[in-house]
């Protein structure tokens, strides 16, 4: 029983480090800067960095919404807190600490293979 073989050619293969098509502009940006910076090849990296991508998607909608209609909306009981601005402020401490969890924000981007380890004082820590 014979098989077909395909030669596909290498420049036809999707690059790895593109953003995905589900992210919008902002996620998309994101996506691109941390890819300048830092080497994450391994797929729990790639799945926590899509995730925070799309929290950034979702943020610029929310602050898109917050910026027509102002920090406070008028309701029938009187001026009250925009409700989008507990999922704002949410949204970006979910950034920043999952950022964090991908040791992107301690150490200066660098040009070597991989994410930078924990290592190095940070918090105040001498390490």
């Not at 995905?20 to 926590?48: C, F, T």
């Not at 920090?71 to 989008?84: F, V, W």
């Not at 600490?97 to 981007?109: F, G």
Request: proline share 7%; net charge neutral.
């Amino acid at each position: 029983m014979a098989s077909n073989l395909t030669v596909i050619d290498p420049a036809s293969k999707p690059n790895p480090l593109a953003p995905p098509a589900s992210l919008n502009e902002a996620g998309r940006k994101l996506w691109e800067a941390i890819h300048r910076d830092y080497v994450i090849e391994d797929s729990g990296g790639h799945q926590m960095l899509l995730r925070i991508c799309e929290a950034a998607d979702s943020l610029a909608t929310y602050d898109q919404q917050i910026g027509r209609d102002g920090p406070t909306i008028r309701t029938a009981a009187g001026l009250k807190e925009h409700p989008l601005l507990k999922h704002q402020l949410a949204t970006r401490s979910f950034i920043v600490r999952s950022l964090l969890r991908l040791n992107l924000d301690v150490v200066a981007p660098r040009t070597e293979l991989g994410r930078p380890s924990g290592g190095g004082a940070y918090r105040g820590e001498d390490r």
